[in-house]
Every structure is written in C-alpha cells, then in structure tokens.
C-alpha cells in the first residue's frame, strides 16, 4: 500500500484504551482513508485509567476529529460526553467520540454494526426468539439493537445472575414492550432450549484467543436444532461455538460482520462519507490471519 504523507492539515482520528494494540481499527480506518483518498490519519492511543481526563482534553487541544474508545474506558468516558445517542446512552457505553466545536459527542456504533451485520446476511430480527449468552457491554449493545428490532422475545444467559439482572432492568427500561428475561448460563438451562428459541448469539468472552479451546456451549449439551448460532467473538473468526454448530447442520454467523460495521458507522459519522466497507473487510481479514490468533 502507498505511503500516505502526513502534514499539519491530516485529519486526525484514533482510538483510546489500555491496552490498545490488538484493535483492529487502525488498520481498516487507515485502509480506508488511503482507498478513498482522504488526508486523514488512524492513531493508537494507549491511555492510562488515571490519565483519561488528561486524555480528552488532549484530544481537542490537538484537533482530533474523534476517537475510538475500547476496554477499560467505554463507561467511564460517559460523563465527558456533552450529548449521548440513544444507543450509548441506554447501553450505558460509548465506543466513538467525535469531536465537534469542542464538543464531545458519545456513540455507540457497536449496536448499529451488530443491527448491519444482521440485515446483510438476510436475517429481520423481528418476531425471533432470542437467547444471549453473556450481561457485559456487548451484550448490552446486541439487545439494544434486538429490542430496537423488535425481538420476540430475549432471554439473557449469564454467569453471574446480578449482573444479568441489571441488564435486564436497564434494559427493561428503555424497551417496555420488549419481553426480556434472564437465566443463569450451564448445562440445564440451555438443555431446555430447544423448541423455544430461533437464535443463539454468544456475547461473552469465551472461546477468544488465547482461550480458543474454550466454548461458551456445554459440551454435554446438544445444539438445538433449526437455530442460528451466532459468534461476537472475531478472533478466531471460526470459534468452536460456530464449529460445533456446523457440525450440528445448523447456520452460522461470525463475528467479523459487526467488526466491520462498528466502524463503518465510526467512518460515516467522522468524515460524512460513506465507508468503503468491503476494503475494511478485507483488511480485517487479512489482520486476523498474520498478527493474532490464527
Ligand atoms: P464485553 O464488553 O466484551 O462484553 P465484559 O463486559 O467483560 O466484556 O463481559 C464479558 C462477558 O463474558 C460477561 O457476561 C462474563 O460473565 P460474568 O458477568 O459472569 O463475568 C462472560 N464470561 C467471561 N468469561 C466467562 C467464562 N469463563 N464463563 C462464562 N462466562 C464468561
């Protein structure tokens, strides 16, 4: 790929966590500045919890369009945000910022780009009976976007029941008409499944290099039949989740279509255009196969 000068009049955008170094962002937002023929320029920011403050107000000292936010800092950056979107605000987590006459403006792309991901291989969300496995933030970001959907019915798999339960509430909330429950996550629950749900979506951690041997699926549980699997997790793009559901004969979702989209959605709301999609797929691809955990 063609060098690109960077000069005092590059835009600048990037992304802010601890660590930051295996997001995938800086490489597809790069690419697609260079595809489209933008002055703009994609930056790593690792950034300290302590140093946030210090973090933001850099950013707008420097000109920065707007930022990526990744783990530890999705909520935290909340209560800098001048105006939140619906999504970030019922997700309670912002993954992009942009900057405009100061302001901070808090997104949550990760809701649209699981909502995209959907649509593109052909599924409405509407009238499906859910099952999510996992309560953390990108759960909450799939069930905003279920609801918004207008789900059949979702019922949370976790863990840790607490935590579930104030997803549930929270999500409740925001979605009255929505028919939201939740359950704890092992081997009898999910046993109970089959003839009740239309899709299993796994939001947790599980199965994620380097634990690619894990699987959020029981091993003693059978796969229920006419049902989607569906995989958040993006590295492995091919999860023992999706692999024991083709074995089951069943379809199979991964993870790099919400990857993608998130920061579509990221791209169209900084520079106004729209993002060249299939060059940041690619991309991803092509970073998932040389530097992680393939
Ligand atoms: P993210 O923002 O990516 O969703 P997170 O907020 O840390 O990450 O949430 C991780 C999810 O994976 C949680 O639902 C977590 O379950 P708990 O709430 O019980 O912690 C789930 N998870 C992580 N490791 C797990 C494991 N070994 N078994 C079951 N669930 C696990």
């Avoid at 808090?106 to 599924?123: C, H, I, K, P, R």
Wanted: glycine share 8%; aromatic share 8%; proline share 6%.
């Amino acid at each position: 790929m063609k060098q690109r000068q960077i000069t005092d009049k590059t835009r600048l955008v990037g992304v802010i966590g601890w660590p930051v170094d295996d997001s995938l962002n800086p490489a597809m937002h790069n690419a697609a500045f260079t595809e489209i023929g933008l002055d703009w320029a994609y930056i790593p920011l690792p950034v300290q919890p302590q140093q946030l403050d210090q973090a933001l107000k850099g950013l707008v000292a420097l000109n920065f369009v707007g930022v990526n936010v990744v783990a530890p800092h999705q909520q935290a950056v909340m209560r800098y945000m001048d105006e939140l979107s619906d999504a970030a605000r019922i997700t309670g987590a912002v993954n992009t910022i942009h900057i405009q006459d100061r302001k901070f403006y808090g997104y949550n792309t990760d809701a649209a780009g699981f909502l995209n991901a959907m649509q593109e291989v052909g599924y409405d969300l509407q009238g499906l009976r859910v099952a999510v496995l996992g309560a953390g933030g990108a759960a909450r970001a799939a069930i905003f976007s279920l609801a918004s959907a207008r789900a059949e019915r979702i019922t949370v798999f976790n863990r840790t029941s607490e935590r579930a339960a104030f997803l549930v509430d929270d999500l409740t909330e925001a979605f009255p008409a929505s028919r939201l429950s939740f359950e704890p996550l092992n081997s009898e629950t999910l046993a109970a499944l089959p003839g009740k749900v239309d899709m299993v979506i796994n939001t947790t951690s599980v199965g994620m290099h380097p634990q690619s041997a894990t699987c959020p699926w029981p091993a003693d549980v059978p796969i229920p039949p006419d049902t989607i699997f569906y995989d958040l997790v993006y590295n492995p793009l091919d999860t023992l989740f999706l692999q024991r559901a083709r074995v089951a004969g069943i379809r199979t979702i991964d993870g790099l279509g919400m990857l993608v989209y998130q920061g579509a959605f990221a791209f169209k709301e900084w520079t106004g255009r729209p993002a060249p999609v299939e060059v940041m797929r690619q991309v991803c691809v092509q970073e998932l196969e040389l530097h992680l955990g393939l």
